[in-house]
Nanobody
Framework: QVQLVESGGGLVQAGGSLRLSCAAS????????MGWFRQAPGKEREFVAA????????QYADSVKDRFTISRDNAKNTLYLQMNSLKPEDTAVYYC????????????????WGQGTQVTVSS
């Protein structure tokens, strides 16, 4: 069992940057692979990025590759998403997620979810 709380969202102009954080409860954060997903109104939730338990493996959706960076600090029980060169298409609610299994880019494989944080990118 893990509880996740996202923060760091807000309004930013196209080309700007934001860093999202996801704080996890408990003492077993390092046993979970972590990921970020996003969902715009009326659209399906989509995979953004994921990171392995130790941080040695990362995966990104093609739409954010070379712009976003996922990282984690297991000592602080915190997951991060650095978002650079933001585009209006990045506007969505961003959710962090945790899985006790192997990283896959499908929502059904993720066991725990945060409540989300809104990111709005203006053109």
């Amino acid at each position: 069992q893990v509880q996740l709380v996202e923060s760091g969202g807000g309004l930013v102009q196209a080309g700007g940057s934001l860093r999202l954080s996801c704080a996890a409860s408990g003492r077993t954060f390092s046993t979970y692979a972590m990921g970020w997903f996003r969902q715009a109104p009326g659209k399906e939730r989509e995979f953004v990025a994921a990171i392995s338990r130790s941080g040695g493996i990362t995966q990104y959706a093609d739409s954010v590759k070379d712009r976003f960076t996922i990282s984690r600090d297991n000592a602080k029980n915190t997951l991060y998403l650095q978002m650079n060169s933001l585009k209006p298409e990045d506007t969505a609610v961003y959710y962090c997620a945790a899985t006790i299994g192997i990283i896959v880019q499908t929502m059904s494989a993720w066991n725990y979810w945060g409540q989300g944080t809104q990111v709005t990118v203006s053109s």
